[in-house]
């Protein structure tokens, strides 16, 4: 488990995934480098290593007899700080979250205390959590698909079995079913997406590549650069880049996949040649002077 990519051997590291319309899965670049290891994907870890973190949180500090970590500490970072204030966020999935500890999500699952974190990073998903009074814990990662809900559907189950609950089997199978029936319809994106995609692709820039072409500013925000190769447009913010696509009429609206998001990208008009801005991410970037 690593913090960084320094050192790392690139050919044990998954990769992320994409659905496609046929039913099979491409994959994907890694994204990350050492200067995005941040919040929503910032360790490189295996299922061992999380099953033994996950079990020395269980057990007090405490790894194959041997105190690892005071078990005060390990008790503060199971309590509650900061209770959720919307209704939304006391819900994911099929359990309770009553709010944040330090590092953790404190909740309940079907009455009984639960510590989880779970997270997600362009199509990669991991689930860690136990339930203190059972002293039993799951760790489930995922690397696309709806792989992100198999993962909470595991542990739910693992669960209902150990606690001997008569409907664990009847519930995890329509869950199941349920998750089987969403796969058709994500296909059916699938094939939107890949349809649209090779419609915009061979669309015409509404504008010369000089409107668009340039460096952008804005304060907190850094800068985004966008280049222009064979009537391609590139946008490059920080470490992250993608191929900007022309819209599908003449609006100032592209679209830009960043580490396996996509984001609307707007320039403002201009009757003096080049954009004088774009927005992205709600913020505007303001060309820069050259």
Same mark, same amino acid.
């Given at each position: @488990?690593?913090? %960084?990519?320094?050192?790392?051997?690139?050919?044990?590291?998954?990769?992320?995934?994409?659905?496609?319309?046929?039913?099979?899965? +491409?994959?994907?670049?890694?994204?990350?480098?050492?200067?995005?290891?941040?919040?929503?994907?910032?360790? &490189?870890?295996?299922?061992?290593?999380?099953?033994? *973190?996950?079990?020395?949180?269980?057990?007090?500090?405490?790894?194959?007899?041997?105190?690892?970590?005071?078990?005060?500490?390990?008790?503060?970072?199971?309590?509650?700080?900061?209770?959720? @204030?919307?209704?939304?966020?006391?819900?994911?999935?099929?359990?309770?979250?009553?709010? *944040?500890? +330090?590092?953790?999500?404190?909740?309940?699952?079907?009455?009984?205390?639960?510590?989880?974190?779970?997270?997600?990073?362009?199509?990669?998903?991991?689930?860690?959590?136990?339930?203190?009074?059972?002293?039993?814990?799951?760790?489930?990662?995922?690397?696309?698909?709806?792989?992100?809900?198999?993962?909470? &559907?595991?542990?739910?189950?693992?669960?209902?079995?150990?606690?001997?609950?008569?409907?664990?089997?009847?519930?995890? *199978?329509?869950?199941?079913?349920?998750?089987?029936?969403? &796969?058709?319809?994500?296909?059916?994106?699938?094939?939107?997406?890949?349809?649209?995609?090779?419609?915009?692709?061979?669309?015409?820039?509404?504008?010369?590549?000089?409107?668009?072409?340039?460096?952008?500013?804005?304060?907190?925000?850094?800068?985004?650069?966008? %280049?222009?190769?064979?009537?391609?447009?590139?946008?490059?913010?920080?470490?992250?880049?993608?191929?900007?696509?022309?819209?599908?009429?003449?609006?100032?609206? &592209?679209?830009?996949?960043?580490?396996?998001? %996509?984001?609307?990208?707007?320039?403002?008009?201009?009757?003096?040649?080049?954009?004088?801005?774009?927005?992205?991410?709600?913020?505007?970037?303001?060309?820069? +002077?050259?």
């Amino acid at each position: @488990t690593g913090s %960084t990519l320094h050192g790392a051997d690139g050919a044990r590291i998954a990769l992320p995934h994409r659905l496609r319309a046929d039913g099979t899965y +491409a994959s994907e670049p890694f994204a990350k480098v050492d200067a995005t290891m941040n919040s929503a994907g910032g360790h &490189l870890s295996t299922l061992d290593d999380l099953a033994r *973190w996950t079990i020395i949180q269980m057990d007090g500090g405490v790894w194959d007899g041997r105190v690892v970590f005071p078990r005060t500490t390990v008790s503060l970072a199971h309590r509650l700080i900061a209770p959720h @204030t919307r209704e939304q966020a006391r819900r994911f999935a099929y359990f309770d979250r009553e709010g *944040w500890g +330090a590092g953790w999500d404190i909740g309940a699952y079907r009455g009984e205390r639960m510590v989880s974190r779970f997270g997600g990073y362009a199509s990669y998903r991991s689930h860690l959590s136990f339930l203190p009074g059972r002293r039993i814990g799951v760790v489930a990662m995922s690397t696309g698909g709806l792989g992100a809900s198999l993962t909470d &559907l595991v542990a739910a189950y693992t669960y209902d079995l150990e606690a001997g609950r008569s409907d664990a089997h009847r519930v995890a *199978w329509g869950r199941l079913d349920s998750l089987r029936g969403r &796969l058709s319809t994500a296909r059916d994106a699938a094939a939107r997406q890949e349809a649209a995609l090779a419609t915009r692709t061979a669309y015409p820039l509404p504008h010369p590549d000089a409107f668009y072409v340039g460096d952008y500013e804005a304060p907190g925000y850094g800068r985004v650069r966008v %280049t222009a190769s064979g009537r391609q447009l590139h946008l490059a913010w920080g470490v992250l880049e993608g191929r900007l696509i022309p819209p599908t009429a003449a609006a100032d609206t &592209l679209d830009v996949t960043l580490a396996g998001v %996509t984001y609307p990208v707007t320039f403002e008009p201009s009757s003096g040649g080049a954009a004088p801005a774009l927005v992205l991410e709600r913020r505007r970037f303001s060309r820069a +002077a050259r």
